[in-house]
């Protein structure tokens, strides 16, 4: 069973009517996502689904946020308390050996004002399957039997060679045999 985990954060800000982000009651991120295999990875598409319960007072606001900060215009307050969902995308590339069971979970979600108006959200993600086994076809083992030819040599008459494999060649041993003559070469030929 593999694991991989990190650690996820979105900064927000709100419209002036809300006012500033005080304190947090309740923070849940969901991951909900789909699966699609190729040969080279899985890859995971979805979101997290962020949703919070904020309390709001009056207070000092920045002027202006950098442009990572995500402006929530659709919150629900009620007098101090405030709630809001939003969505961050969710893309994962895992290796294409992850198998079934896949299990994407979120742990310890917590949101935090910075006092100046924006409030983030940060959230660890714990990945979790299984890797499969790969077979490696392992080749099967083939036996080779090199037979050492007989060579003539030069101090041999040609004809007490030939009487030496003719007598060769009349051997019974259960193997049958074919001479053959090949620049003075003596070519066994199994059958």
């Known amino acids: 069973m593999e694991k ?6 979105e900064n927000f800000y709100f419209p002036e009517h809300a006012g500033v982000p005080t304190g947090v009651q309740s ?3 969901t ?3 789909t699966e699609e295999r190729t040969e080279d990875a899985v890859r995971l598409t979805g979101i997290y689904h962020i949703a919070a319960n904020v309390e709001f007072d009056e207070g000092f606001r920045a002027e202006e946020w950098d442009d990572s900060f995500i402006l929530i215009d659709d ?8 709630y809001f969902e939003y969505a961050v995308p969710l893309n994962i590339d895992l290796p ?9 979970v979120t742990t310890h979600a917590t949101g935090k004002s910075d006092g ?4 983030g959200v940060v959230w660890n993600v714990e990945c979790t399957y299984t ?5 490696v076809e392992q080749p099967e083992e083939v036996q080779v039997v090199v037979a050492t030819p007989l060579v003539a040599i030069n101090s041999t008459p040609l004809d007490e060679l030939d009487e030496v494999l003719s007598f060769i060649a009349e051997l019974t041993d259960g193997v049958s045999t074919t001479a053959y003559r090949s620049n003075d070469v003596f070519v066994k030929n199994e059958g």
Do not use: C, F, N
């Open 131 to 135: 890797e499969a086994v790969v077979l």
């Open 116 to 119: 100046q108006g924006t409030y």
């Open 4 to 9: 991989k985990q990190w650690s996820m954060q």
């Open 27 to 29: 923070v849940t991120v």
């Open 75 to 82: 919150v629900e307050v009620d007098g101090k308390d405030g």
């Open 31 to 33: 991951p909900r996502y």
């Open 96 to 104: 294409s050996i992850a198998e079934s069971p896949l299990d994407i």
